[in-house]
Structures are given as structure tokens and as C-alpha cells.
């Protein structure tokens, strides 16, 4: 007997979660469901369940701002397809979403049939976007620089970089990741050269400009 489907639904508002769950359990192989309000609480969610099939992730979310909530999370849980479930739903977004790992993205305007088939989609190893949507090249050309500087980025390297990003000191980092402070600093000054900046505090600029992007576009 196949075992069921667990999916991660990480939104702050709850009557949308509802709505994701209503059509989640339409689906075949009643899924279990795992609810998260907030960044942590989506980050636990997949560290406690480490063979879920899909996490659902709102984009504007406490604790985390705009699109490297999808680094972070591409970083640390590297076979747990993630789809941006998000009102923000222009093209510029939508390629930002998938050049940065995403497994599709869904609108938040969407039907519930339309909500069922992508997930279905992407379950069965697809890509899924709105329908309509044509994807193009980067328009910004900065944008697309960064894009292409994140991408290489060890996981790793991410993941100290998402935590840049909220504000942990070299040896914060170090405890949540369970390495040495040296480690650390090895990272970030990887991490620097790699973005092309000189400091922690404009590799975070860097990070806050796809968000910034995202939310202007």
C-alpha cells in the first residue's frame, strides 16, 4: 500500500491555508496536511518531516522577506520541491521564483481546480506556472547578475547566507549549523567573493534586492 502524501502548506493567513487545504483534500490519496504560519515554523515544519512530497510557500511571510525564504529553504531541504504560492503573480516574479529553484508557482487568484492541477503537476516531477505566463529573459540586468552569482553558492553557503540576512553573529551561526566559527568565516568570505562585495552588511543589501525587485515589480 503507497504511502500518503505529506504536503506543507506555509501561509500567515489562516483562512487561505483553509482554502489550500479544501483543495488539497480533493486530491487523490487524501493528503496529510502540515500547517506553518510563519518562516521558522515552515523550516521545522520540513526538518520534522523529511520525506514530505511538496511544500506550498507563501512569499510574504513573517520572518522572511520576499524570495530568499526560497534560497533558504532550496538550500537546506534539497529534495523538497517547493512551489511560491503567492498574489504576486507578475512575470518578473514568477522567472525570479523558478531561476531560484521553485518547482512551479501558483497564483493565489487561482481556482481550487486550478490550485489541484498544479500541484498534481509538479507532484509528478513537472513545472508548473499560470496559465499564460511565457517565460523570458531577466529584463533587469542586475537582477539577472545576482540571480546567476546565488546560483553558485554551495547549499551551505545559502543557508549562512539566509541567516546573514536575519541578523546572527558568526558563532550563532556556527551553534544552529553544529561547525566551528572558523567554518563560518571560511563561508562568508566565499560568500563575498562570490557576490563581488566587500562586507556582510552589502551582501545582505545584495540578498534584499530580489525581494525589493519582487515587491516593485
Known sequence: MASALTIIIADDHPLFRGALKQALTGMDGNPDIVEAGDFEAARKAAESNPNADLLLLDLAMPGVSGLSGLISLRAEFQSLPVVIVSASDDPATIRRALDLGASGFISKSASIEDIREGISLVLEGNIYTPGGYVRGP??????????????????????????????????????????????????????LLKLNVDSRTQAVIQLGKIGAAQAAA
Request: no cysteine.
Open 138 to 191: 531577466e529584463q533587469d540586468s542586475e537582477v539577472a547578475d545576482l540571480i546567476a552569482r546565488l546560483r553558485t553558492l554551495t547549499p551551505q553557503q545559502s543557508r549562512v547566507l539566509a541567516m546573514l540576512a536575519e541578523g546572527l553573529l558568526n558563532k550563532q551561526i556556527a551553534y544552529e549549523l553544529g561547525v566551528s566559527e572558523a567554518t563560518i568565516k571560511a563561508h562568508v568570505s566565499a560568500i
